[in-house]
Protein backbone atom coordinates (compact mmCIF):
# COMPACT_ATOMS: atom_id res chain seq x y z
CA UNK A 1 0.00 0.00 0.00
CA UNK A 2 1.28 3.50 -0.95
CA UNK A 3 0.96 6.58 1.14
CA UNK A 4 0.82 9.71 0.26
CA UNK A 5 3.15 12.60 1.12
CA UNK A 6 0.51 13.58 3.86
CA UNK A 7 0.19 10.23 5.20
CA UNK A 8 3.59 9.59 5.38
CA UNK A 9 4.17 12.66 7.48
CA UNK A 10 1.14 11.79 9.72
CA UNK A 11 2.62 8.56 10.31
CA UNK A 12 6.36 8.98 10.92
CA UNK A 13 4.59 11.62 13.99
CA UNK A 14 3.11 8.36 15.40
CA UNK A 15 4.51 6.76 18.62
CA UNK A 16 2.87 3.37 19.20
CA UNK A 17 3.54 0.25 17.45
CA UNK A 18 0.46 -1.71 17.48
CA UNK A 19 2.40 -4.85 16.87
CA UNK A 20 4.55 -4.77 19.53
CA UNK A 21 4.86 -6.07 23.09
CA UNK A 22 4.69 -2.59 24.96
CA UNK A 23 7.08 -1.97 27.94
CA UNK A 24 4.04 -0.81 30.15
CA UNK A 25 2.77 -4.84 29.45
CA UNK A 26 5.88 -5.33 31.46
CA UNK A 27 3.46 -4.30 34.96
CA UNK A 28 1.72 -7.67 34.49
CA UNK A 29 5.35 -9.07 35.61
CA UNK A 30 4.70 -9.38 39.28
CA UNK A 31 8.45 -7.93 40.25
CA UNK A 32 7.39 -5.24 37.97
CA UNK A 33 3.88 -4.67 39.84
CA UNK A 34 5.26 -5.05 43.13
CA UNK A 35 7.89 -2.15 42.36
CA UNK A 36 5.71 0.13 41.38
CA UNK A 37 3.43 -0.19 44.41
CA UNK A 38 6.60 -0.09 46.88
CA UNK A 39 7.54 3.46 45.21
CA UNK A 40 4.31 4.75 45.12
CA UNK A 41 3.38 3.87 49.36
CA UNK A 42 7.17 5.43 49.70
CA UNK A 43 6.61 8.47 47.80
CA UNK A 44 3.00 8.88 49.55
CA UNK A 45 4.87 9.03 53.00
CA UNK A 46 7.82 11.70 51.59
CA UNK A 47 10.16 8.69 52.61
CA UNK A 48 13.55 8.71 51.16
CA UNK A 49 14.98 5.39 50.05
CA UNK A 50 17.79 6.33 52.32
CA UNK A 51 15.08 6.24 55.14
CA UNK A 52 13.36 3.19 53.96
CA UNK A 53 16.59 1.23 53.97
CA UNK A 54 17.72 2.00 57.41
CA UNK A 55 13.63 0.99 58.75
CA UNK A 56 13.92 -2.03 56.43
CA UNK A 57 17.38 -2.99 57.51
CA UNK A 58 17.83 -3.19 53.27
CA UNK A 59 20.17 -2.11 51.18
CA UNK A 60 19.66 1.30 49.12
CA UNK A 61 21.07 -0.77 45.98
CA UNK A 62 18.48 -3.42 46.61
CA UNK A 63 16.01 -0.99 47.49
CA UNK A 64 16.51 0.37 44.53
CA UNK A 65 16.44 -3.25 42.35
CA UNK A 66 12.81 -4.02 44.06
CA UNK A 67 11.29 -0.76 42.93
CA UNK A 68 12.62 -0.74 39.56
CA UNK A 69 11.53 -4.50 39.28
CA UNK A 70 14.58 -5.87 38.59
CA UNK A 71 14.76 -8.61 41.49
CA UNK A 72 12.21 -10.18 42.84
CA UNK A 73 11.76 -10.00 46.84
CA UNK A 74 11.27 -12.73 49.32
CA UNK A 75 8.02 -12.58 51.70
CA UNK A 76 10.82 -11.56 54.61
CA UNK A 77 11.61 -8.45 52.54
CA UNK A 78 7.97 -7.83 51.95
CA UNK A 79 7.05 -8.26 55.27
CA UNK A 80 9.52 -6.20 56.32
CA UNK A 81 8.74 -3.76 53.38
CA UNK A 82 4.78 -3.78 54.40
CA UNK A 83 5.52 -3.10 58.02
CA UNK A 84 8.06 0.05 57.75
CA UNK A 85 5.44 1.53 55.47
CA UNK A 86 2.19 0.71 57.70
CA UNK A 87 0.36 -0.88 54.41
CA UNK A 88 -1.09 -4.33 54.34
CA UNK A 89 1.40 -7.06 52.31
CA UNK A 90 -1.07 -7.49 49.87
CA UNK A 91 -1.71 -3.74 49.04
CA UNK A 92 1.97 -4.49 46.48
CA UNK A 93 0.44 -6.89 44.46
CA UNK A 94 -2.72 -4.36 43.68
CA UNK A 95 -1.53 -3.60 40.05
CA UNK A 96 -0.77 -7.04 39.54
CA UNK A 97 -4.25 -8.02 39.98
CA UNK A 98 -5.97 -5.49 38.43
CA UNK A 99 -8.42 -7.50 36.07
CA UNK A 100 -7.98 -6.06 32.75
CA UNK A 101 -11.38 -6.27 30.97
CA UNK A 102 -13.02 -7.20 27.38
CA UNK A 103 -16.58 -7.27 26.07
CA UNK A 104 -17.44 -10.11 23.21
CA UNK A 105 -20.78 -9.01 21.54
CA UNK A 106 -22.02 -11.23 19.13
CA UNK A 107 -24.02 -10.60 16.36
CA UNK A 108 -27.82 -9.16 16.54
CA UNK A 109 -26.25 -9.48 20.37
CA UNK A 110 -26.09 -4.97 20.94
CA UNK A 111 -28.09 -3.32 22.98
CA UNK A 112 -30.41 -1.26 21.28
CA UNK A 113 -31.33 2.06 22.80
CA UNK A 114 -32.00 5.57 22.45
CA UNK A 115 -29.21 7.87 22.68
CA UNK A 116 -29.31 11.89 24.18
CA UNK A 117 -30.21 13.75 20.79
CA UNK A 118 -30.94 10.65 18.73
CA UNK A 119 -33.68 11.36 15.94
CA UNK A 120 -36.67 9.88 14.99
CA UNK A 121 -35.48 6.13 13.35
CA UNK A 122 -31.97 5.95 13.57
CA UNK A 123 -31.36 2.85 15.28
CA UNK A 124 -28.28 2.74 17.65
CA UNK A 125 -26.88 -0.86 18.96
CA UNK A 126 -24.67 -0.29 22.08
CA UNK A 127 -21.69 -3.16 20.91
CA UNK A 128 -20.17 -3.16 24.17
CA UNK A 129 -18.97 -0.91 27.42
CA UNK A 130 -16.46 -0.80 30.03
CA UNK A 131 -16.76 1.80 32.28
CA UNK A 132 -14.39 2.96 35.21
CA UNK A 133 -10.77 1.72 33.31
CA UNK A 134 -6.90 2.78 34.01
CA UNK A 135 -6.58 4.47 30.37
CA UNK A 136 -8.48 7.24 31.42
CA UNK A 137 -10.69 6.95 28.40
CA UNK A 138 -14.45 5.85 28.08
CA UNK A 139 -15.43 4.14 24.66
CA UNK A 140 -18.69 3.54 23.36
CA UNK A 141 -18.43 1.44 20.01
CA UNK A 142 -22.65 1.93 18.20
CA UNK A 143 -24.06 -0.19 15.20
CA UNK A 144 -26.35 2.40 13.51
CA UNK A 145 -29.01 1.95 11.20
CA UNK A 146 -30.81 4.46 8.75
CA UNK A 147 -33.67 3.26 6.79
CA UNK A 148 -35.92 5.12 4.46
CA UNK A 149 -38.25 6.55 7.92
CA UNK A 150 -35.17 7.46 9.19
CA UNK A 151 -34.74 11.56 9.62
CA UNK A 152 -31.47 13.52 8.72
CA UNK A 153 -30.04 15.48 11.43
CA UNK A 154 -26.88 16.99 10.67
CA UNK A 155 -26.49 18.83 14.06
CA UNK A 156 -25.32 16.27 16.66
CA UNK A 157 -23.18 17.72 18.89
CA UNK A 158 -21.58 15.71 21.86
CA UNK A 159 -17.60 16.19 23.81
CA UNK A 160 -14.88 13.70 22.52
CA UNK A 161 -13.97 12.07 19.13
CA UNK A 162 -15.54 10.10 17.34
CA UNK A 163 -14.90 7.61 14.48
CA UNK A 164 -17.42 6.18 11.81
CA UNK A 165 -16.33 3.04 9.32
CA UNK A 166 -19.56 2.89 6.57
CA UNK A 167 -20.80 -0.68 6.01
CA UNK A 168 -23.55 -0.48 3.72
CA UNK A 169 -25.70 2.19 1.87
CA UNK A 170 -24.80 5.49 0.70
CA UNK A 171 -24.96 8.71 3.55
CA UNK A 172 -23.60 12.39 2.49
CA UNK A 173 -22.80 13.37 6.56
CA UNK A 174 -22.05 16.65 8.01
CA UNK A 175 -19.31 17.52 10.01
CA UNK A 176 -18.83 21.41 10.97
CA UNK A 177 -19.26 23.59 7.04
CA UNK A 178 -18.39 20.46 5.12
CA UNK A 179 -20.12 17.82 3.66
CA UNK A 180 -18.58 14.21 3.04
CA UNK A 181 -20.00 11.15 0.89
CA UNK A 182 -19.57 8.20 2.99
CA UNK A 183 -19.89 5.09 0.63
CA UNK A 184 -19.00 1.59 1.95
CA UNK A 185 -15.24 0.97 3.51
CA UNK A 186 -15.17 4.81 3.98
CA UNK A 187 -13.68 6.20 7.60
CA UNK A 188 -14.38 9.67 8.92
CA UNK A 189 -12.93 10.33 12.03
CA UNK A 190 -13.31 14.08 13.74
CA UNK A 191 -13.74 15.81 17.11
CA UNK A 192 -17.96 15.28 17.77
CA UNK A 193 -17.89 18.78 19.69
CA UNK A 194 -18.30 20.40 15.97
CA UNK A 195 -22.08 19.68 14.61
CA UNK A 196 -21.96 16.59 13.05
CA UNK A 197 -24.90 14.18 11.03
CA UNK A 198 -26.40 12.49 8.54
CA UNK A 199 -27.08 15.14 5.94
CA UNK A 200 -28.34 13.42 3.12
CA UNK A 201 -29.82 10.11 2.83
CA UNK A 202 -28.45 8.74 -0.79
CA UNK A 203 -28.47 5.13 0.04
CA UNK A 204 -30.67 2.89 2.42
CA UNK A 205 -30.92 1.03 4.36
CA UNK A 206 -27.31 1.97 5.27
CA UNK A 207 -25.24 1.09 8.06
CA UNK A 208 -22.29 2.40 10.12
CA UNK A 209 -19.95 2.05 12.72
CA UNK A 210 -19.50 4.73 14.79
CA UNK A 211 -17.05 4.55 17.88
CA UNK A 212 -17.06 7.49 19.97
CA UNK A 213 -14.39 8.11 22.94
CA UNK A 214 -14.26 10.50 25.53
CA UNK A 215 -12.21 11.30 28.85
CA UNK A 216 -13.14 9.45 31.74
CA UNK A 217 -14.99 11.39 34.37
CA UNK A 218 -14.67 10.61 38.32
Given at each position: MKLKNNDKEMATNLTQDPHSVRSGDR???LEVAIGREVRAFRKQQNTTVAELAQLTGLSIGMLSKIENGNTSPSLTTLQS????????????????????????????????LEREGTRANHQY??????????????????????????DVFPTFQHGGIETIYMLEGEVDYRHGDKIYPLKP??????????????ERLVNLPARYISVISYPQTN
Open positions: EKVLADALSVPLTSFFRQFEERREAVHTRAGEGVENLLGHIGANGSGVIVEPYLITLTVESGDTLFFDADAPHGP
